[in-house]
């Protein structure tokens, strides 16, 4: 989904699947169905009640987040994305209910006030700055009132946060909390909620001794890193350390940011 970067990012956009997704990603039946279970846990709060619900997957990669829309019902799920792999594999594994577009803003704004729903998942990190605003002012424009963008990005609270940053060339930039706020409100949103995205793998533990070691060893790293922040940060401590910011927010009635004028004088 990268846009704005040139050939660079051109380069990296064709050759995604094969040179960094596939390696990092099995796409098997096992690993669509653990990303299901986190999603239910992470996103179903923040869904349509509607199963009907028109919902967009903008961006959807290899179709994981299509499978869970599909496998609790939503009907009207529909997915885009720039990369012809992709497509084509969603279409064969997953849903024909996909289409690749190269101009993901036009696309947008051809559909105006179309979707209940908009997800954007492990797609803003991807964009230049200049393409950041026409993107969400187009989202903006495709919802429907009261419809609400659900986005996930890279946090930069998190102790991981270098690696994230730079284990994928096509990244641009990490978000925290404040400047995920700040982007989507200065897009024009309102009603900005965040929340952890806990990337988790089910895990089958081989006895009640080793889930208890397990659970133990968890709660432990997560007291050591808070302890950690507030260390370092001296109380201006973020509230989501988790690797993902997951965030809820409303279209809003304020106008798109590309369609604002100055006042005459």
């Known amino acids: 989904m990268a846009e704005g970067g040139g050939r ?38 923040l869904l349509p009640a509607d199963r009907a619900a028109p919902i967009l997957d903008l961006g959807c990669g290899m179709g994981h987040f299509l499978y869970f829309l599909k496998q609790q019902g939503y009907t009207g799920h529909w997915g885009i994305d720039s990369g012809a792999d992709q497509v084509a594999f969603c279409r064969e594994r997953v849903t024909d209910r996909v289409e690749r577009t190269t101009d993901t803003v036009g696309y947008l704004r051809d559909r105006p006030g179309r979707f209940a729903a908009i997800v954007c998942n492990d797609v803003l990190e991807h964009l230049a700055d200049e393409a950041l605003f026409p993107l969400l002012d187009a989202v903006r424009g495709a919802l429907a009132p009261g419809g609400r963008l659900i986005a996930s990005v890279p946090n930069a609270a998190c102790i991981t946060a270098l690696t994230t940053r730079y284990a994928d060339l096509t990244h641009k930039r990490l978000f ?47 007291f050591m890193l808070a302890e950690l922040h507030r260390h370092l940060m001296e109380g201006a401590m973020p509230q989501v350390l988790s690797i993902n910011l997951l965030c809820s927010a409303e279209r809003g009635g304020a106008p798109p940011h590309s369609e604002r004028r100055t006042p005459a004088r």
């Open 176 to 222: 925290t909390e404040g400047s995920l706020t700040q982007l989507l409100l200065s897009a024009g949103f309102e009603d900005v909620r965040l929340y952890p995205r806990e990337q988790r793998v089910v895990r089958e533990h081989r006895s009640r001794l080793h889930a208890w070691a397990w659970r133990a060893r968890e709660r432990f790293a997560r």
């Open 8 to 45: 660079f990012d051109e380069i990296l956009s064709e050759t995604y699947v094969r040179t960094l997704f596939s390696r990092i990603h099995a796409s098997t039946p096992e690993e669509f169905e653990s990303y299901a279970r986190h999603c239910l846990a992470c996103y179903a709060p």
